[in-house]
């Protein structure tokens, strides 16, 4: 028997069907990514799986975990059996102590104080946030509060773990982080694991199986590689979504089940193309004068504390008009605080 059923769940508000028929089955231990461009109705079908997230509107079907239907489900259990990992980290974060954000599921589900206190201290130290156990959460960066959400979810030991777009507010390298723990999570724990996410270089090559949607309804279900395939055979947008390694075989014009992984892709290429490249490179160009910027920053610095760090030390650009300009950097390196300054908020 599946761990996870869904049966032809539908849902619509008013005359808009946002989900069509959606079924399909989980195994235990499973990895499941879910893609769709925005809009397909990934978040609302995730939303469904743990009821008391669901919206409202008109809804078919049904949900059964462990043959057990939601519907007869106590919240408690579903609290206990299915974990839920929101995108923005602050809406779930709910006390003000890292130690107590661990604990806090526990209490909630009426753990005695030896369970608790054994649970905390053992993802603590399996996510590693033991050197910031006592901080306050308010000084966290964002990667560091997503683990929270995640470490203080798996406490409660879930049977299922629904992670809907978990990177979608983290830069690239606690992004990459982050997605290596939940591959950690299912590989060793071996926790059922359901995903939505638009990384798909860190997920869609680790995942078990690979769902597509489209206006609410599944085009696509299969082993990743097959899936990749079909959209290439499919000429369908998402494509341009996959891993590079499958973009660059299918526009090499090859055929078959294609490299998922970085690996994989370099190992094709070296039996595909045995001789060294010829690269040229084209050297750096000096960065032009901006003449009449749109505006300019001079020595621009900030904190928010008379005695706390300086957030902004020296910041000096000039932005072009008419142009379109990027401000990148990881969490924490002042790229919401310089936007701020300069709209003087």
Known sequence: MALLEVNGIGKSFGATKVLRDISFDLAEGEALAIIGSSGSGKTTLLRHLKSVLAPHGKRSGDIRINGV???????R?????????????????VTDKVWHELAFGLESLGCDQKTMRARVAE??????????FHRDVATLSGGQK???NLASIMAMQPEVLILDEPTSQLDPIAASDFLNTVRKINTELGTTVIITEHRLEDIFPYADRAVVMDGGKIIADGAPANVGQLLFEQKNPMFAAMPTPVRVFYGAGCTGESPLTVRQGRNWLSNE???????KAEPASAPAEVEDPALSLKELWFRYEKDGRDILR???AEIPAGKISAILGGNGAG??????AICGI
Do not use: E, H, R
């Not at 993802?123 to 910031?132: L, P, S």
């Not at 193309?273 to 690269?279: L, W």
């Not at 790229?335 to 701020?340: H, I």
């Open 69 to 75: 239907s939601l519907k007869d489900m106590s919240q």
């Open 77 to 93: 259990d579903q609290a206990a059996k299915v974990g839920f990992v929101m995108q923005n980290p602050d809406d779930q974060i």
């Open 123 to 132: 993802m603590a130290c399996y996510f590693g946030i033991q050197d910031w």
């Open 146 to 148: 997503q683990l929270l």
């Open 273 to 279: 193309f045995p001789a060294a490249p010829k690269i």
């Open 314 to 316: 020296g910041v000096s």
């Open 335 to 340: 790229k919401s605080t310089t936007l701020k």
